[in-house]
C-alpha cells in the first residue's frame, strides 16, 4: 500500500510563492508516475502537474512558466514550486501516485491566494 502525505499550504498573497511537499511511504519514482492535482469550490479537480517515471514533465498550461515540479529520490518526497501566484490558483491540492493497477491520493493542502 502506497500512502502519500501533502503539506506546504498556507495562505499568501498575489505574486507571492509556495512550495508544496508530498511525502511518498515507499521508494517508488522508479516505477510510478507522480502528479499534482488541485480542486477549486464548486469545480472538478484538474491536473496541475504530472511526472513520469522516467522524468518527463507536463504542465496545465494555467500555471506553466509559473509552477515547477521537481522529485527528491532520496528523500521519496515531490515537490511542486509556485511562483507568482493569483487568486485562480485557490484550491486544495492533492498529489496522487499512479501505475498500471493502482492510483493513490493524498488528503490534500488548501493553497489560499488573496490580498
Known amino acids: 500500500q502506497v500512502q502519500v502525505v501533502e503539506s506546504g499550504g498556507g495562505l499568501v498573497q498575489p505574486g507571492g510563492s509556495l512550495r508544496l511537499s508530498c511525502a511518498a511511504s515507499?521508494?517508488?519514482?522508479?516505477?510510478?508516475?507522480m502528479a499534482w492535482y488541485r480542486q477549486a469550490p464548486g469545480k472538478q479537480r484538474e491536473l496541475v502537474a504530472h511526472i513520469t517515471s522516467g522524468g518527463t514533465t507536463n504542465y496545465a498550461p494555467s500555471v506553466k512558466g509559473r509552477f515547477t515540479m521537481s522529485r527528491d529520490s532520496a528523500k521519496n518526497t515531490l515537490y511542486l514550486q509556485m511562483n507568482s501566484l493569483k487568486p485562480e490558483d485557490t484550491a486544495v491540492y492533492y498529489c496522487?501516485?499512479?501505475?498500471?493497477?493502482?492510483?493513490?491520493w493524498g488528503q490534500g493542502t488548501q493553497v489560499t491566494v488573496s490580498s
Open positions: 496522487n501516485a499512479s501505475r498500471s493497477g493502482g492510483v493513490y
Open positions: 515507499l521508494s517508488i519514482f522508479r516505477f510510478y508516475g
